[in-house]
């Protein structure tokens, strides 16, 4: 059973950072993608980072040289390291994974995820 749990969310002022943990398990990942994604209040879920099982990472537009994203494969941990935050960093941030395989950079569509966490709530003020 795969399960997945964020952690490391809070509030903080704009240009302020935050470290973004999940928590894995039933899941390796070397066989798995994972991403981060989130959702404000009224907009749609959206994909922010993503990294396949060969360490191929892809970012959004918006997020580019702000965020990075990793994984430990040891203890099958996804992190999300968030710098420089904004207003519009606002929202829901979930982790997800999927076992399917990918040529390049993972998608950020988040129909190709198939395991989600609950969410961890990311708050900027400024």
């Known amino acids: 059973q795969v399960q997945l749990v964020e952690s490391g969310g809070g509030s903080v002022q704009a240009g302020g950072s935050l470290g973004l943990s999940c928590t894995t398990s039933?899941?390796?990942?070397?066989?798995?993608?994972m991403g981060w994604f989130r959702q404000a209040p009224g907009k749609a879920r959206e994909g922010v980072a993503a990294?396949?099982?060969?360490?191929?990472?892809n970012y959004a537009d918006s997020v580019k040289g702000r965020f990075t994203i990793s994984i430990d494969s040891v203890s099958n941990t996804l992190y999300l390291e968030i710098t420089t935050l904004k207003p519009e960093d606002t929202a829901m941030y979930y982790c997800?994974?999927?076992?399917?395989?990918?040529?390049?950079?993972?998608?950020?569509?988040?129909?190709?995820?198939?395991?989600w966490g609950q969410g961890t709530q990311v708050t900027v003020s400024s």
């Open positions: 990294i396949s099982e060969t360490g191929h990472t």
């Open positions: 997800a994974a999927t076992t399917r395989t990918f040529l390049g950079p993972p998608p950020l569509h988040f129909g190709t995820y198939d395991y």
């Open positions: 039933g899941i390796t990942s070397n066989s798995y993608s």
